[in-house]
């Protein structure tokens, strides 16, 4: 449990208090928490391609499970390279000079 500046354990109030006054004072209607700011957190991150591991970490994760569940259908090449580190496995040889498949009116990314 997180510890306030004298050292004791940050309760309840002493985060949901502080952050629905500003909430209130910014006019955000319904006041954001702790939790929605941490899920936007990693959600974020794995929309810009940072890999699971590092978002686990920054959540506190013990392993990957919980954060490839929730967030890795954010991430644009999570399967993909999903995939691409399993070809040696399989015997596969990835060819850079593929393109890849777009449908009509997207962009690669």
Do not use: N
């Amino acid at each position: 449990m997180p510890l306030k500046r004298g050292r004791e354990p940050w309760g309840k109030s002493h985060q949901f208090r502080p952050l629905r006054e500003a909430c209130a004072a910014a006019k955000i209607a319904p006041a954001v928490s702790f939790h929605i700011l941490r899920h936007t957190h990693a959600s974020r991150l794995a929309m810009k391609g940072v890999p699971m591991g590092v978002i686990a970490a920054q959540l506190g994760h013990a392993d990957l499970k919980m954060t490839t569940k929730h967030y890795a259908h954010l991430s644009p090449s999570y399967v993909a390279d999903t995939f691409r580190a399993a070809f040696a496995l399989l015997g596969i040889a990835f060819d850079e000079k593929v393109a890849v498949f777009t449908p009509a009116g997207t962009v690669a990314a």
